[in-house]
C-alpha cells in the first residue's frame, strides 16, 4: 500500500504517516514543515474540534507495560485524539542518575539504559500505530535529559556523531520543550503543554497563575486540575498524573521509599469552536481500573 506524505492543516504539518519511519534529514522529522518558534524549542500545533491525549511521566519499566498505558490506548481508540503529547520522563535513567546504589539496600539491578530504550520504542509505537492522530510531539523531561548529559560528562569529545541524541530513536515524533495549542501560529496559545514550570504541592495553581493561560505539566506525578478565573475569563491548570505504577522500583530509592501522592493516569483536553472547553483526567486504579465517566473499565 503506497502512503501518501503529510498534509498541512491550516500552517501545520501532521505528523509522519504510521509504520512509516522517516530519516531525520526530512524536513518533516526536522519541524521544517511544523510550526515552530523560540528557536525550535516550542511546537506550534493547531485547535481543531476534538481532543488531545497528554501522557507523562512513563519512566518505562522494561516487559511491563503499566495499567495506565493500556487505559491510555484502549481509551485513545474510543476517543480518538487529533494529537498526542508525550510530557517528559518516558525514559527515567535508573542507572545514569546522580542517585548512587545504596549500601543500605544493595539495590544493584537497576534497568539498562538499552532495556529502557527498548522499551520506550515499544510503547510509543504502540501510539503510533493509532492511525487517526495527526500529531506527535515529545516534551523533554529531566530524566529524559539524562541520556544526554550522562554522554556530555562523560564523552564530550563524541558531541554531534549519530546516535548520540535521544531524538534520534524516536523519530516518529517530534521533540521540543513545550507544545503550544493556538487557533493560529500568530496567536497566544490557549493551552501550554511542557513538562514542569513552578513546583510545589500547588503548581497546577501557580502555573496557570504565571503562564496567564491554560497549562499542562507533569513532573509532579499528580494528577488534578485547578480552575482559575480572573477578568480574562476561565483558564486551567493541570497536573498530567504519571503513567507509571505509584509504586515502581525506578522510583524507590530516590524517594527513600516515603509514601508519595502521586497519581496514575492521564489527560485528555477538548476543544470546540477555536476553544479549549476544559480537561478529563483519567485515572488508574493499583488494581487496574480505569475511572472513566463514572466507570470502573478493567484494563
Not at 179 to 194: E, L, N, R, S, Y
Not at 212 to 221: E, F, L, M, R
Amino acid at each position: 500500500m503506497r502512503i501518501s506524505e503529510p498534509k498541512s492543516v491550516r500552517g501545520y504539518a501532521l505528523a509522519s504517516a504510521p509504520g512509516r519511519r522517516t530519516p531525520l534529514s526530512e524536513p518533516a522529522n526536522r519541524a521544517g514543515t511544523y510550526s515552530r518558534a523560540r528557536d525550535r524549542a516550542r511546537v506550534l500545533l493547531p485547535i481543531q474540534d476534538g481532543c488531545v491525549m497528554v501522557v507523562s511521566d512513563q519512566h518505562y519499566e522494561a516487559g511491563k507495560p503499566s495499567p495506565a498505558h493500556k487505559a491510555s490506548l484502549i481509551l485513545a481508540k474510543k476517543l480518538k485524539p487529533y494529537a498526542i503529547v508525550a510530557n517528559g520522563d518516558a525514559i527515567d535513567g535508573a542507572s545514569i542518575s546522580r542517585w548512587p546504589v545504596s549500601s543500605f539496600t544493595e539495590y544493584k539491578n537497576r534497568p539498562t539504559v538499552a532495556a529502557e530504550l527498548s522499551e520506550a520504542i515499544t510503547r510509543f509505537k504502540e501510539y503510533e500505530e493509532l492511525r487517526f492522530v495527526q500529531f506527535r510531539t515529545w516534551n523533554l523531561g529531566n530524566h529524559d535529559a539524562r541520556f544526554e548529559t550522562r554522554l556530555a560528562e562523560k564523552v564530550p569529545e563524541y558531541a554531534g556523531v549519530d546516535g548520540f541524541t535521544l531524538k534520534e530513536r524516536f523519530p516518529g515524533w517530534l521533540p521540543a520543550w513545550r507544545t503550544d495549542f493556538c487557533a493560529t501560529p500568530t496567536k497566544a496559545p490557549a493551552v501550554i503543554v511542557k513538562h514542569r514550570f513552578k513546583g510545589g504541592m500547588y503548581s497546577a495553581h501557580n502555573n496557570s497563575l504565571w503562564a496567564g493561560t491554560s497549562i499542562v505539566t507533569g513532573h509532579d506525578h499528580a494528577l488534578y486540575a485547578k480552575s482559575i478565573t480572573d477578568v480574562h475569563g476561565l483558564r486551567w491548570g493541570i497536573d498530567a498524573g504519571t503513567i507509571s505504577t505509584i509504586d515502581s522500583s525506578n522510583f524507590t530509592n530516590y524517594t527513600e521509599d516515603n509514601v508519595q501522592n502521586w497519581q496514575s493516569g492521564f489527560v485528555f483536553l477538548h476543544f470546540r469552536g477555536g476553544y479549549f472547553t476544559g480537561p478529563e483526567l483519567v485515572h488508574v486504579t493499583q488494581d487496574g481500573y480505569a475511572l472513566f465517566r463514572g466507570e470502573a473499565l478493567k484494563v
